[in-house]
């Protein structure tokens, strides 16, 4: 089973988002807030999350949501 960090600025929208229910629906998966990750100008620009390093970024939060479930799909696939 491979383990997956998702990180997320807590200045940036993505912050709003209920990003521990992911925990629950993924297993090996971990939510991380963090005050800064040193993506200040994306940060300010659109709503964001680092998965396992990789920025994920989306238009709004909908998108960005459904990106990060792709996102982990596809690392937990990688470990399988």
């Known amino acids: 089973m491979g383990i997956v960090i998702v990180e997320v ?3 940036n929208p993505a912050a709003s988002l209920n990003l521990e ?3 629950e629906k993924f297993a090996g998966t ?3 807030r963090s005050s ?3 993506e200040c100008e994306l940060c300010a620009q659109k709503p964001y999350v680092m998965v ?3 920025i994920v970024v989306a238009e709004d939060l909908d998108s960005l949501m459904s990106s990060i479930r792709t ?3 596809s690392e937990l696939t990688e470990w399988a």
Do not use: P, R, Y
């Open 52 to 54: 396992n390093g990789d």
């Open 36 to 38: 800064c990750l040193s």
């Open 30 to 32: 971990s939510v991380m």
């Open 21 to 23: 229910i992911l925990e």
């Open 71 to 73: 996102k982990i799909e």
């Open 9 to 11: 600025c807590e200045s």
